[in-house]
């Protein structure tokens, strides 16, 4: 199940990228707007910075399930 | 004839004959009154009201316009949904603060008036802590007073905040407060209390789960929204909400991809998602406030299945962490495929009725040119996704030998079946959402850029997903959140309190000692011989006072004091039922 979703999503994000070329941002008002592939950036790019930012909380919050009792 | 009759009476007198009921005829009790509420909002016609004379005040109990409207509909059926799935809850109690807790809500809605508003605010903190406390475990009894703690805080900020504007403007109409000033500021730590404004939020994944498995149902719908409808009132159009909006956005997926906890995991993202909606409201625009309202209306949608979902998986393995649950879909068809859509929701995947209120408010930030807010709520749609992906992926699809179960109660199946309809319909046919928001809708959310975008976003982010599964997989701990500095500073204070309690205490005794022989000579002046030296001397384990016989009996002074207390509360009922029924 895990490797067939990652292969599903190794075949599908290319041709998401490929499909942005296709459209235009309607209500476009930063230069960011016009990237035909600002979607996969800001899915990747985000998903790297909340991993590394969960991984920094976590270093300095994290403690025992009964840290309180 | 009355035209107009105020929704929260219904509930909030319909709560007061559960007990009367048993069994079968309870259930369909609870029902019909749900029904009966529903009804009457969908005959409520904007621009009617319920106004009443105090002192020098008007009161309005009803106040309807398009806005409240919005609000009405989706309490009053997410109130039925909620119902029906606490339909096999036996305690009378329970049901009877839910439909306490709902009333209240829906007079906070319909309220016209700040002292209305925060009665009903009020009640609604006072019951909203049975649906915690019900659960009757230690840790849920101590998350229910630390609620109550910092409601109460917030009703005091909201109370001070009304007085003072009552004080320099003499009218309690609600209304926009854009002045600034100390009115602004206490009215809205009061508002944003309820709305998990950072860092006022602690209360919420504190005791949200550990509320019971319906009482969490309840409890996920009406506070924070109530305080999210009253920023729209008053705040709209503020850039501190809006930036405060754009911050729990992010902070609240943060802290729910850290979670274990299935329903602590959700409890963040109410935070996140009000954060969206506080957002909308902020910015002020039409389009923002619209936005705003839709998010509302959808989120109480689909957070609602998602706890009816997670209550669902704790109520038939008992187990609530991520690390002990796991392959629940071929046991719990029908909770998988609701919590499916209910997370394609909340993400905003297309089709589903996330996608149409997450686009108007990021397109509320474009076309205000916050840049910044704009890149935070897309950050927060990409925790968002990621965050119910792995609620999905650990619950029902990855491997666990351990869990043996099968599918939760049938009223549970049908609320979770029918809350999930209108996900998926708004998501089809946003119309239907359009025609019940404030403001007029010109927006167009299936366009190729928008729904291109929004996959390309789920493809790349579940892509570093599945390759860095391991850094999002679920962990045992606990994350410190601001709570810890409450906890800190109130630890501080007991610690001064203690020596200042103990002189307290010492001072108190000595006073009342005095008093005490003050009174009996007053009664008994001819004592005063007996406290002479010579007399206790010879007497040393006798005082005057045993002689007499005038010590303190609780027993005995009670009961007068308690007579006198309720003679006067019911002085003061005929009084007010006198007053309202003449005027």
């Known amino acids: ?69 | 004839m009355i035209d107009a009759f105020p929704p929260s009476l219904i509930f909030i007198l319909g709560a007061l004959l559960i007990p009367i009921f048993k069994g079968k005829q309870k259930q369909a009790y609870l029902l019909f009154v749900a029904v009966v509420a529903f009804i009457d909002i969908l005959c409520l016609k904007a621009g009617t009201g319920w106004i009443f004379h105090f002192l020098s005040y008007e009161l309005v109990l009803l106040k309807v316009d398009r806005l409240s409207l919005a609000m009405g509909y989706i309490f009053a059926f997410i109130a039925l949904m909620a119902i029906l799935y606490s339909l096999h809850v036996k305690e009378d109690g329970q049901h009877m603060a839910a439909f306490l807790y709902i009333g209240s809500a829906l007079g906070v809605v319909f309220a016209g008036d700040y002292f209305s508003l925060f009665v009903y605010w009020e009640i609604m903190a006072v019951t909203s802590v049975f649906l915690i406390w019900y659960r009757r475990e230690k840790a849920s009894l101590d998350a229910g007073f630390r609620y109550v703690l910092m409601h109460i805080l917030g009703g005091c900020c909201l109370l001070t905040g009304i007085v003072l504007h009552v004080v320099s403007n003499g009218s309690i109409t609600i209304g926009p407060l854009g002045g600034g000033g100390w009115t602004s500021l206490f009215i809205v730590i009061g508002f944003g209390l309820n709305t998990a404004f950072l860092p006022l939020h602690t209360w919420l994944p504190d005791a949200y789960p550990l509320g019971t498995v319906t009482g969490s149902v309840f409890l996920s719908v009406f506070t924070t929204k109530t305080g999210v409808y009253t920023l729209a009132r008053c705040f709209a159009g503020n850039e501190f909400v809006a930036y405060m909006g754009g911050a729990m956005a992010v902070f609240g997926i943060v802290y729910a991809l850290l979670q274990n906890d299935i329903r602590k995991l959700i409890s963040y993202h109410i935070i996140s998602q009000v954060g969206y909606m506080v957002a909308g409201i902020g910015m002020g625009s039409e389009l923002g406030v619209n936005g705003a309202m839709a998010h509302l209306i959808n989120n109480i949608l689909y957070k609602t299945l998602l706890f009816m979902c997670t209550g669902s998986v704790i109520y038939m393995t008992g187990k609530r962490k991520l690390t002990e649950l796991g392959g629940l879909a071929r046991m719990m068809p029908v909770t998988c495929i609701t919590c499916l859509i209910a997370s394609l929701s909340i993400s905003g995947a297309p089709g589903f009725n996330g996608f149409i209120s997450k686009g108007i408010v990021i397109l509320a930030a474009m076309k205000s040119h916050r840049a910044l807010l704009e890149l935070l709520l897309w950050l927060a749609s990409v925790g968002t996704f990621l965050s119910f992906t792995k609620l999905f992926y650990f619950t029902f699809v990855a491997k666990s030998e351990k869990i043996k179960t099968e599918e939760t109660l049938p009223n549970m199946q049908w609320a979770m079946v029918i809350t999930a309809l209108p996900c998926v319909l708004i998501g089809i046919y946003p119309k239907l959402l359009f025609s019940i928001l404030p403001h007029p809708a010109d927006y167009h959310p299936y366009t190729l850029s928008h729904i291109i975008g929004v996959l390309q976003l789920f493809l790349f982010a579940g892509l570093v997903f599945m390759v860095a599964i391991r850094a999002y997989s679920p962990h045992p701990w606990l994350v410190l959140d601001f709570d810890y500095f409450y906890r800190m500073a109130f630890s501080g204070i007991r610690w001064v309190c203690g020596p200042l309690n103990f002189l307290r205490l010492r001072v108190q005794a000595s006073f009342s000692k005095t008093v005490g022989y003050f009174v009996c000579l007053s009664r008994n002046p001819f004592a005063l011989s007996e406290l002479s030296g010579e007399y206790k001397q010879s007497n040393p384990e006798s005082t005057f006072c045993n002689k007499t016989g005038w010590g303190y009996n609780e027993n005995i002074h009670r009961k007068p004091m308690g007579l006198g207390v309720l003679l006067a509360i019911l002085f003061l009922f005929f009084y007010g039922l006198f007053y309202i029924l003449t005027s």
């Open chain 1, 1 to 69: 199940m895990k490797r067939f979703c990652k292969r599903l999503l190794i075949v599908l994000a290319p041709l998401a990228v490929l499909g942005g070329f296709f459209g235009h941002h309607e209500y476009a008002v930063f230069w960011w707007h016009h990237l035909s592939f600002l979607g996969a950036l800001v899915g990747a790019l985000g998903a790297l910075l909340l991993m590394v930012v969960i991984r920094w909380v976590a270093s300095l919050a994290a403690k025992k399930e009964d840290f309180y009792d």
